[in-house]
């Protein structure tokens, strides 16, 4: 069907599909890709036959898994992420793409402002004080007195730099090549300028993607870096949170409180402590998210362009 570049042969018959993940059902996308193409194989893993694939339509992959599919000649995530696809895998140099749209950006700078806002109005003070019976009107302070930063500057990083400065935040950002933004100032490089960062914001928000060098980044010296009563709001991936020093932090005061997304194992069983940390909002991983048709018709879109030896859409260059 292809080799490990993504360029592909025409006429191989009918693509063969696995749709993969230990944690998330995708029954109903392989049920909307056999309607949409009914002459391809679909299967859900690890059905007989999945592992014999060409195709890998995944999201939260078994480690070691792509080593055991000898035919597998593109991997396709449902999602912007690829992280938890391309981890603990033998990619050989197979071709990995993503799902973006315009409306899952959207929905995730939605989640971004009402997080900000939760924090800048004073809302968590608000509930709070509810539960104790009290009345008392928190001072207004105008969106640029208090400082956002934003982690990482991907697709929906970006994005939300620049709503969150259209509404009238003074918003500074952390990424590891330059980036241009109309009215954000940026600090590109490695961990040694992070401090910088940090140490001016009254709430951070988290989007890096998940790597090496991201992998447990908010942790306890992250924390300590930020000004004591400082917010976090953490969209990015759970591999990024140390979950005992967000408790801590939170505990100690150094955090005034959090609103986190995604955590390093999901779901959160029904007694993790997390569910009653005092200051934490917890949500369960619905930042955003594309509309199945849209993921489908993205698949099938890459899928056709790999049979016909055309480039793929939304490549993405895993990190070594």
């Known amino acids: 069907m292809s080799g490990a570049d993504g360029s592909a042969a025409a006429g191989g018959g009918a693509p063969s599909i696995a749709c993969i993940s230990a944690s998330f059902d995708m029954g109903p996308m392989a049920a909307r890709l056999a309607a949409l193409r009914p002459a391809w194989q679909v299967r859900v893993w690890p059905e007989p036959g999945s592992e014999d694939a060409q195709v890998a339509v995944c999201w939260d992959v078994p480690p070691g898994l792509f080593a055991r599919m000898p035919r597998l000649a593109l991997v396709h995530g449902i999602a912007a992420g690829t992280d938890n696809i391309v981890h603990g895998q033998e990619l050989r140099g197979l071709p990995v793409c993503r799902v973006i749209d315009a409306e899952q950006v959207r929905g995730m700078v939605e989640y971004a402002l009402w997080s900000v806002l939760y924090f800048h109005r004073g809302f968590d003070r608000a509930l709070a004080q509810q539960a104790r019976g009290e009345w008392r009107r928190p001072p207004l302070r105008a969106a640029a007195e208090h400082p956002v930063g934003v982690l990482g500057l991907g697709t929906i990083g970006s994005a939300v ?44 928000v988290c989007l890096l993607p998940l790597t090496p060098a991201t992998r447990g980044i908010l942790n306890r010296d992250t924390f300590a870096r930020l000004p004591r009563g400082a917010a976090l709001v953490h969209l990015g991936r759970g591999g990024h949170l140390v979950t005992q020093d967000l408790r801590d932090a939170l505990r100690q005061g150094q955090l005034r409180g959090a609103v986190v997304d ?28 594309a509309s199945p048709e849209r993921v489908a018709a993205q698949i099938v879109g890459n899928v056709e362009r790999l049979c016909a030896g055309m480039p793929l859409l939304n490549r993405v260059r895993p990190a070594p």
């Not at 500074?172 to 140490?199: Q, T």
């Not at 194992?265 to 200051?279: H, K, N, R, V, Y």
């Open 161 to 204: 730099a620049e709503a969150l400065h259209a509404h009238g935040y003074r918003v500074s950002a952390f990424n590891r090549s330059p980036r241009a933004i109309e009215g954000v100032h940026v600090e590109a490089g490695g961990p040694d300028r992070l401090p910088r960062f940090l140490a001016g914001l009254d709430t951070l």
């Open 262 to 289: 995604v955590f390093p194992s999901e779901p959160l069983a029904p007694g993790d402590p997390l569910w009653s940390e005092p200051g934490l909002v917890v949500t369960p991983h619905m930042g955003t998210m």
